[in-house]
């Protein structure tokens, strides 16, 4: 099951990891201004944080394979979408459909790797597989631009393979997942979801840490090549170092956690280092450095939240993580989209204050 629950972040990572570095396509097929571009992305990542909050709160009730299910069949119809949109309301709808599926896909395979009993060693793994999404993604990107095809004939490849992986986990869960989860009455379920006392510490202390780095990922990703100055390392090859090294040391997790003794601290600061930087001369060479500093945080936070909360306590925990993380990204994009044409290096210090205040919470979370 680790393999089907890698399989669908990747897939869901390919798809997400696409509307970055497509935004300059976008822009100029759809004669866009940068500004209104920034709606792109915002639909996009609107769709994640309804479906999160929605899936997070019904999971129990849904089921597991049918929240894997229903996540791939609004992924199909969301590339579908994108892939024959020859305006840009198809194509803005298309995104709110991708990003709806991501609920489900993300809080899916997640609680898919849990019902096996994974380590949380293993989340470094898991989490890989996001990483070779965004690899993948700008290669597949710059060979469709040079096929002529562009982005349409991209998101057509996107349906057909979302329709093989549906096949492929319709097939694998048949036997190994019911189609309902185990009900519980109503009092006896609400009485487990409580949060009281140190329970309601550790479960929205991390919840905000996620929040604050993943605003300050997605933000930083988004405009990346928007910002970045030309030079000798193209954008699209930019974005595919950044996720190599992300991949990477996502992979190396259990290594890093054994070598490191405080990972946030030590990434925090060099990520606030090299985003300072970034800011301040555009060179996308420092943008893709911070692909191995943002690599290992998110599962390693993730990971130490798990091991904290009750096991009826996670699929509420991982909806709104997903939820609120896309909600903060959400912000931070359309914060630095109005920002960057004006007032530039400006844009650039909203990461990096919310990788600041990330490390700030890290301390208050471990005493």
């Given at each position: 099951?680790?393999?089907?629950a890698?399989?669908?972040?990747?897939?869901?990572?390919?798809?997400?990891?696409?509307?970055?570095?497509?935004?300059?396509?976008?822009?100029?097929?759809?004669?866009?201004?940068?500004?209104?571009?920034?709606?792109?992305?915002?639909?996009?990542?609107?769709?994640?944080?309804l479906?999160?909050?929605?899936?997070?709160?019904?999971?129990?009730?849904?089921?597991?394979?049918?929240?894997?299910?229903?996540?791939?069949?609004?992924?199909?119809?969301?590339?579908?979408?994108?892939?024959?949109?020859?305006?840009?309301?198809?194509?803005?709808?298309?995104?709110?459909?991708?990003?709806?599926?991501?609920?489900?896909?993300?809080?899916?395979?997640?609680?898919?790797?849990?019902?096996?009993?994974?380590?949380?060693?293993?989340?470094?793994?898991?989490?890989?597989?996001?990483?070779?999404?965004?690899?993948?993604?700008?290669?597949?990107?710059?060979?469709?631009?040079?096929?002529?095809?562009?982005?349409?004939?991209?998101?057509?490849?996107?349906?057909?393979?979302?329709?093989?992986?549906?096949?492929?986990?319709?097939?694998?869960?048949?036997?190994?997942?019911?189609?309902?989860?185990?009900?519980?009455?109503?009092?006896?379920?609400?009485?487990?979801?409580?949060?009281?006392?140190?329970?309601?510490?550790?479960?929205?202390?991390?919840?905000?840490?996620l929040?604050?780095y993943?605003s300050?990922?997605?933000?930083?990703?988004?405009?990346?090549?928007?910002?970045?100055?030309p030079?000798?390392?193209?954008?699209?090859?930019?974005?595919?170092?950044?996720?190599?090294?992300?991949?990477?040391?996502?992979?190396?997790?259990?290594?890093?956690?054994k070598?490191?003794?405080?990972?946030?601290?030590l990434?925090?600061?060099l990520?606030?280092?090299?985003?300072?930087?970034?800011?301040?001369?555009?060179?996308?060479?420092?943008?893709?450095?911070?692909?191995?500093f943002?690599?290992?945080?998110?599962?390693?936070?993730?990971?130490?939240?798990?091991?904290?909360?009750?096991?009826?306590?996670?699929?509420?925990?991982?909806g709104?993580?997903?939820?609120?993380?896309?909600?903060?990204?959400?912000?931070?994009?359309?914060?630095?989209?109005?920002?960057?044409?004006?007032?530039?290096?400006?844009?650039?210090?909203?990461?990096?204050?919310?990788?600041?205040?990330?490390?700030?919470?890290?301390?208050?979370?471990?005493k």
């Amino acid at each position: 099951m680790i393999y089907v629950a890698m399989s669908l972040l990747f897939t869901y990572s390919l798809v997400l990891n696409s509307v970055a570095p497509l935004l300059n396509y976008f822009r100029s097929y759809f004669e866009l201004s940068v500004a209104s571009s920034s709606l792109i992305p915002v639909f996009l990542l609107s769709g994640t944080v309804l479906s999160n909050i929605f899936v997070g709160f019904i999971f129990n009730k849904l089921g597991l394979r049918r929240t894997l299910l229903v996540g791939l069949f609004l992924l199909v119809t969301g590339t579908s979408s994108a892939a024959f949109s020859n305006s840009i309301a198809l194509l803005i709808l298309g995104m709110i459909l991708i990003g709806f599926s991501n609920g489900f896909g993300f809080t899916g395979a997640t609680m898919l790797l849990l019902t096996e009993g994974t380590k949380s060693s293993n989340f470094g793994l898991f989490h890989g597989a996001y990483g070779l999404g965004g690899i993948a993604a700008p290669l597949l990107i710059e060979l469709f631009n040079q096929l002529g095809t562009g982005f349409k004939g991209l998101y057509l490849t996107y349906t057909f393979l979302a329709v093989s992986l549906t096949l492929m986990v319709g097939k694998a869960t048949a036997n190994a997942l019911p189609i309902e989860e185990t009900s519980v009455n109503n009092a006896e379920r609400k009485e487990k979801l409580k949060l009281t006392g140190e329970s309601r510490k550790v479960f929205i202390t991390y919840l905000i840490m996620l929040i604050f780095y993943s605003s300050a990922e997605i933000g930083t990703i988004t405009w990346a090549g928007t910002y970045s100055k030309p030079g000798v390392v193209p954008t699209t090859l930019g974005y595919t170092v950044f996720w190599f090294l992300f991949t990477v040391t996502r992979f190396a997790l259990p290594i890093i956690e054994k070598t490191f003794r405080n990972i946030v601290l030590l990434n925090g600061t060099l990520l606030i280092i090299f985003l300072l930087l970034f800011a301040k001369t555009g060179n996308i060479t420092l943008f893709f450095t911070t692909g191995a500093f943002f690599g290992p945080l998110f599962p390693y936070i993730q990971s130490r939240a798990i091991r904290k909360i009750s096991e009826e306590l996670r699929p509420v925990f991982n909806g709104l993580t997903y939820s609120l993380t896309s909600l903060g990204g959400n912000l931070t994009v359309f914060l630095m989209g109005t920002l960057i044409e004006k007032f530039g290096i400006l844009s650039y210090m909203l990461p990096t204050s919310l990788i600041l205040t990330l490390v700030l919470s890290h301390f208050l979370a471990i005493k």
